[in-house]
């Protein structure tokens, strides 16, 4: 992929997701940069927010789990022990500390792995439940991602997709619309359109949910 690649790119006239453009190869490195400090900066702050996601989740035992962009783990120890969780992730420095959480909380329901979440090797139907927890908003083509994720996801699975997107507030949203070309060096952009992610992805949520603190992330879940 180019370094600059378009957001738009599965669809011609589709309408911009984001001020930003930059290509994978951009946020590999800019993750490769923050794995070691990655659990203290986006750890607490974001921790809230994955909690909820997992209590309304609710994973049943024997479930097989894909989270995408799993980054150093963080994760990975408050799913159910009895259900079974594979990882992936661009970045290697983010998935040794994965690794190293694996090893030192015995995770032995749980495989990590190096991917590009716009081209998954899985087969089509692998899995039960198909859940990116704030990484939608840092992949170039979020598109993509969810097509990929869907494909993956069994029928009658659940693609779960949390996640902060442009404020329907229109201060807020300026705010957000000029930052984010500074934010995508420390790993995200602050205005991705949920209405035209939805829309340009073809995801029908059954529920759109609003968690974190503050109350600015949404927890996305579309069954399919
Ligand atoms: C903000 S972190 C989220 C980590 C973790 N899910 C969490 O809850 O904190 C985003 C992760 O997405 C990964 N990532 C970025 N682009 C990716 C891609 N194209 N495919 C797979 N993972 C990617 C990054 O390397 C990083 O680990």
Not at 135 to 164: F, Q, T, W
Request: charged share 20%; proline share 6%; with cysteine.
């Amino acid at each position: 992929m180019s370094l600059f690649e378009q957001q738009t790119q599965h669809s011609g006239n589709a309408k911009a997701l984001s001020v930003t453009h930059y290509g994978t190869e951009f946020m590999h490195m800019v993750y490769q940069n923050i794995a070691k400090v990655y659990d203290y900066t986006y750890g607490p702050t974001l921790h809230p927010g994955r909690i909820e996601a997992l209590e309304k989740m609710r994973i049943r035992p024997g479930t097989h789990v894909l989270e995408v962009g799993v980054g150093t783990g963080i994760n990975l120890g408050m799913y159910p022990r009895a259900a079974r969780i594979t990882g992936i992730d661009l970045s290697s420095r983010m998935l040794q500390k994965a690794n190293q959480r694996i090893a030192d909380k015995g995770l032995t329901n749980c495989d990590v792995m190096e991917m590009d979440a716009t081209k998954m090797t899985f087969a089509d139907d692998s899995f039960d439940v198909v859940y990116a927890p704030y990484v939608i908003s840092v992949v170039p083509n979020p598109v993509a991602v969810a097509r990929e994720m869907y494909r993956v996801c069994r029928p009658g699975g659940r693609v779960v997709i949390l996640n902060h997107f442009k404020s329907a507030n229109p201060l807020m949203s300026k705010i957000e619309t000029a930052i984010s070309p500074m934010t995508v060096h420390i790993g995200f952009k602050a205005d991705l359109d949920l209405p035209g992610f939805l829309e340009q992805a073809g995801l029908s949520p059954v529920s759109l949910e609003k968690v974190n603190v503050p109350k600015i992330w949404t927890l996305i879940t579309v069954v399919k």
